[in-house]
């Protein structure tokens, strides 16, 4: 059973940075997609960024060129760097990890969840 906990969400005002982390255990990391999701109330859920077993990223739209996801296979972690940040990124923050396989991924782990508030 692959457990994810993640961590870092907070407070942020507008124009600022926020790193976010989710640390993966119960499962070969190495042998997993990892990804972040994000849900604002009224908001369906999004993908935010993925990052295959190999490095390889996938961002979504809204986000590109001010997220960046990275992953640590010593330590068992992916992080979501988040720079300029908007209100609209205001949300809670998932970190889910699927099996080894081609894009789309079948996501099937999720983590609890960090909340992230942009302040205007």
């Known amino acids: 059973q692959v457990q994810l906990v993640e961590s870092g969400g907070g407070l942020v005002q507008a124009g600022g940075s926020l790193r976010l982390s989710c640390l993966a255990s119960?499962?070969?990391?190495?042998?997993?997609?990892m990804g972040w999701f994000r849900q604002a109330p009224g908001n369906e859920r999004e993908l935010v960024a993925a990052?295959?077993?190999?490095?390889?990223?996938n961002y979504g739209d809204s986000v590109k060129g001010r997220i960046t996801i990275s992953r640590d296979d010593d330590k068992n972690v992916v992080y979501l760097h988040m720079n300029s940040l908007k209100p609209g990124d205001t949300a809670d923050y998932s970190c889910d990890a699927a099996r080894l396989g081609s894009w789309p991924y079948d996501w099937v782990y999720w983590g609890q969840g960090t909340q992230v508030t942009v302040s205007s």
């Open positions: 119960g499962g070969t990391f190495n042998r997993l997609n």
């Open positions: 990052i295959s077993s190999t490095g390889v990223t």
